[in-house]
């Protein structure tokens, strides 16, 4: 066996007791891997000196066996903190890994960042936005040594890109790629920069990803491809190294909206098939992968496993400054069998199946049947044999284009948006293992009464589990993974695969933290299995439980009631002057329009008309009072009036506005105006501002068409 062989199962031995959460502190058991790095021609001890420059750290190490000198180090995770880090949840292809300071020898400090993928590949994100706040604006390159490690000891090559989410709008931007393709070169490192004319944002949450887009060793079946950061540096334009003043912090998560806006929800998805990961193509080129039709390279499509009411999703992105990605129609499909056939986009060779964008342009949906109806249109017959006819199955964009993956799943109920919540405090924190149970008595308990009172939960009322389950924990993150078990003089499972009543599944997220139901479906299952109507089980039920298929957490259980949703938007524009304004509590912000007469602004209400509805983007700080729950934003139209149109104290009280789950967005329709200014408001409104109950910022303001 090869010194690196044996160094890297010496690693491993020693990673398994000297493994450190980010954040925690090394104890005194902690065991070091004390090993020797080979060149091909003689051993060498490893070298570290390490002294203290006006730059922060600097450390100077040669590895024989790979050629590598850092000699100044930004981060060296000897403090055992990287909860900087963290799988970057915004990017469809991330994996949920587990990422850790372990013990690494070939780093300056004897410590490494271990990302451990769960089942796909890794998208390791760096909240540098948190790391250096508003020193953000001046990093402009990094570097650092990377290591992989393969489940059977063997070496395979892997490879990524380095990727930067920029500006106010997180764009994202490539820095470069990656590649560990030699044995002899593992570690490798690596340097990335932004291009050219490129800055972070401070106060955006700007970030730097690295990611894995081809493992050999997972594509060859032989599990999944570990890997180890180290010695990263940071530069500015210059080329001075910048230090963090504080590797404590804890990754911030960008806000990224609803990612399902505009779309159709999914239930039950699944990958159509991994030959569609990380596929890319240029500006109008093709690529995708062959089904089971084609002759004469058979490949592992089925499309006799598509029904005709199943939704393909498009997980994509383009390059930042592409041409035409990110707006319009920039995602399609592409049929060939003894046809060559567009499905979707403008060019779709049926001209009413376009597909579904969602509002940030990184996910497209088509219906399975529509894909028939593309094919029928273009051959002039009725295509019903389209699916044993298709030999290639391809994605097309008009600019440089990347696929996350493809999947496929039935339609399925989008999370319920819920005002008025109320906790039901004592499920604050519980857990239990797989196929366990735990939870809280009711106030109908004679044994030992508890504090839940059923009478809250009305039959439309929607209930809301906030969960989580350990990482890689079966069946936890997808499926039907938690529901309610109902206890009275029956013990009935109430949502999830095992739901005594069949119609009655529950709702999750797309990220499977929360499970819905509504009142009605309690009963509903109570009756399914008692064989009564359950009027009274409200008070009957004397225990209420939750309970998942593997161990969980429940952080909290609420009821509220279903708010409106958002409506889908066509032709959304923005009113440039709003992007980053902001006030404090109760206080306004905003723009002057075309009417007003002593200081005219640049935006003309007369574009908008019935039908349409303006969206406000916006957040605030955490902790601010009355942020993020209940409504929480809203318009003031200033004139000869000074008018309140959406929250609480609107002008009219059919107006509330319509509010994001998340509370990121409001929507105000053309005729809410009408309702609480007048028919005549577009040609009296001299000044539209926003408002809000606490500390606020809008990202921008937009107006558009309401999708029928």
């Known amino acids: 066996?090869?010194?690196?062989?044996?160094?890297?199962?010496?690693?491993?031995?020693?990673?398994?007791?000297?493994?450190?959460?980010?954040?925690?502190?090394?104890?005194?058991?902690?065991?070091?891997?004390?090993?020797?790095?080979?060149?091909?021609?003689?051993?060498?001890?490893?070298?570290?000196?390490?002294?203290?420059?006006?730059?922060?750290?600097?450390?100077?190490?040669?590895?024989?066996?790979?050629?590598?000198?850092?000699?100044?180090?930004?981060?060296?995770?000897?403090?055992?903190?990287?909860?900087?880090?963290?799988?970057?949840?915004?990017?469809?292809?991330?994996?949920?890994?587990?990422?850790?300071?372990?013990?690494?020898?070939?780093?300056?400090?004897?410590?490494?960042?271990?990302?451990?993928?769960?089942?796909?590949?890794?998208?390791?994100?760096?909240?540098?936005?948190?790391?250096?706040?508003?020193?953000?604006?001046?990093?402009?390159?990094?570097?650092?040594?990377?290591?992989?490690?393969?489940?059977?000891?063997?070496?395979?090559?892997?490879?990524?890109?380095?990727?930067?989410?920029?500006?106010?709008?997180?764009?994202?931007?490539?820095?470069?790629?990656?590649?560990?393709?030699?044995?002899?070169?593992?570690?490798?490192?690596?340097?990335?920069?932004?291009?050219?004319?490129?800055?972070?944002?401070?106060?955006?949450?700007?970030?730097?990803?690295?990611?894995?887009?081809?493992?050999?060793?997972?594509?060859?079946?032989?599990?999944?491809?570990?890997?180890?950061?180290?010695?990263?540096?940071?530069?500015?334009?210059?080329?001075?190294?910048?230090?963090?003043?504080?590797?404590?912090?804890?990754?911030?998560?960008?806000?990224?909206?609803?990612?399902?806006?505009?779309?159709?929800?999914?239930?039950?998805?699944?990958?159509?098939?991994?030959?569609f990961q990380n596929i890319s193509g240029g500006g109008w080129a093709q690529n995708g992968i062959n089904t089971t039709n084609n002759e004469d390279a058979p490949g592992t499509l089925d499309l006799s496993t598509l029904a005709d009411d199943d939704i393909i999703t498009v997980y994509y992105s383009c390059p930042d400054g592409a041409a035409n990605c990110g707006s319009g129609n920039d995602m399609w499909l592409v049929a060939v069998g003894d046809y060559w056939v567009r499905c979707g986009g403008d060019q779709t060779a049926d001209a009413s199946v376009t597909g579904d964008y969602n509002a940030d342009h990184n996910k497209w949906q088509i219906k399975v049947s529509d894909i028939q109806k593309c094919i029928a249109t273009a051959t002039?017959?009725?295509?019903?044999?389209?699916?044993?006819?298709?030999?290639?199955?391809?994605?097309?964009?008009?600019?440089?284009?990347?696929?996350?993956?493809?999947?496929?799943?039935?339609?399925?109920?989008?999370?319920?948006?819920?005002?008025?919540?109320?906790?039901?405090?004592?499920?604050?924190?519980?857990?239990?293992?797989?196929?366990?149970?735990?939870?809280?008595?009711?106030?109908?308990?004679?044994?030992?009464?508890?504090?839940?009172?059923?009478?809250?939960?009305?039959?439309?009322?929607?209930?809301?589990?906030?969960?989580?389950?350990?990482?890689?924990?079966?069946?936890?993150?997808?499926?039907?993974?938690?529901?309610?078990?109902?206890?009275?003089?029956?013990?009935?499972?109430?949502?999830?695969?095992?739901?005594?009543?069949?119609?009655v599944t529950g709702v999750y997220n797309a990220d499977h933290s929360t499970f819905q139901i509504k009142g009605s479906e309690i009963q509903k299952c109570i009756a399914t299995a008692t064989g009564t109507d359950a009027a009274d089980w409200r008070e009957t039920m004397s225990v209420l439980q939750c309970e998942g298929p593997a161990d969980w957490t429940v952080y909290k259980v609420t009821v509220g009631k279903e708010a409106a949703s958002l409506y889908k938007v066509e032709n959304e524009t923005e009113i440039e002057d709003f992007a980053g304004i902001a006030g404090g509590g109760w206080a306004q912000n905003g723009i002057n329009t075309t009417n007003n007469v002593d200081n005219p602004g640049t935006f003309d209400p007369h574009v908008l008309k019935s039908g349409d509805v303006l969206t406000i983007y916006y957040s605030c700080p955490d902790g601010a009072a009355n942020c993020g729950t209940g409504r929480d934003m809203w318009f003031v139209g200033v004139a000869d009036y000074w008018i309140r149109v959406g929250g609480d104290q609107t002008a009219n009280a059919e107006v509330p506005g319509i509010y994001s789950a998340d509370h990121t967005k409001v929507q105000i329709t053309y005729d809410d105006f009408v309702k609480c200014i007048g028919e005549d408001w577009t040609d009296t409104i001299s000044v539209l501002q926003c408002e809000g109950p606490a500390d606020w910022t809008v990202y921008k303001v937009t107006y558009g068409t309401i999708k029928q």
Not at 163 to 188: C, F, H, I, Q
Not at 216 to 236: E, H, M, P, Q, R
Not at 446 to 464: A, E, M, Q, R
Request: proline share 3%.
């Open 1 to 275: 066996m090869k010194i690196k062989r044996f160094l890297a199962v010496v690693m491993t031995a020693a990673m398994a007791v000297s493994l450190t959460a980010c954040g925690a502190k090394e104890s005194d058991s902690t065991t070091k891997a004390t090993t020797k790095a080979a060149s091909t021609d003689k051993q060498e001890k490893t070298e570290a000196t390490t002294a203290a420059t006006d730059a922060g750290q600097e450390a100077t190490t040669k590895q024989a066996s790979t050629g590598i000198e850092v000699s100044e180090v930004s981060l060296d995770f000897s403090d055992g903190n990287c909860a900087f880090m963290a799988p970057d949840a915004a990017n469809a292809g991330a994996d949920a890994s587990t990422i850790s300071v372990v013990d690494y020898e070939p780093a300056t400090s004897g410590k490494a960042v271990s990302i451990v993928p769960a089942s796909g590949f890794q998208y390791t994100a760096i909240d540098i936005a948190s790391l250096f706040g508003e020193d953000v604006t001046k990093v402009h390159k990094v570097s650092f040594t990377i290591g992989t490690q393969s489940p059977d000891d063997k070496f395979y090559a892997t490879s990524g890109k380095v990727l930067a989410y920029v500006g106010e709008g997180r764009k994202e931007t490539s820095m470069g790629a990656w590649s560990v393709y030699l044995d002899k070169k593992n570690p490798a490192r690596i340097t990335a920069e932004l291009p050219s004319g490129t800055e972070f944002v401070a106060d955006n949450a700007n970030y730097i990803v690295v990611s894995t887009d081809s493992d050999v060793a997972k594509t060859n079946g032989a599990g999944l491809t570990s890997y180890f950061i180290a010695d990263v540096t940071f530069y500015d334009a210059d080329g001075n190294v910048m230090v963090p003043a504080d590797t404590s912090v804890a990754y911030a998560a960008p806000q990224t909206g609803d990612p399902w806006e505009g779309l159709t929800y999914i239930a039950g998805e699944r990958e159509l098939d991994e030959g």
């Open 380 to 503: 002039g017959t009725d295509a019903a044999d389209w699916r044993e006819t298709m030999k290639v199955l391809q994605c097309e964009a008009p600019a440089d284009w990347t696929v996350q993956k493809v999947t496929v799943g039935k339609e399925g109920h989008a999370p319920y948006v819920v005002t008025d919540e109320v906790e039901f405090e004592d499920f604050a924190g519980i857990s239990a293992g797989g196929w366990a149970q735990n939870g809280v008595n009711t106030t109908n308990n004679k044994d030992n009464p508890g504090t839940i009172d059923l009478s809250l939960i009305g039959d439309d009322d929607i209930v809301t589990v906030y969960y989580s389950c350990p990482d890689g924990a079966a069946n936890c993150g997808s499926g039907n993974d938690m529901w309610l078990v109902a206890v009275g003089d029956y013990w009935v499972r109430c949502g999830g695969d095992q739901t005594a009543d069949a119609s």
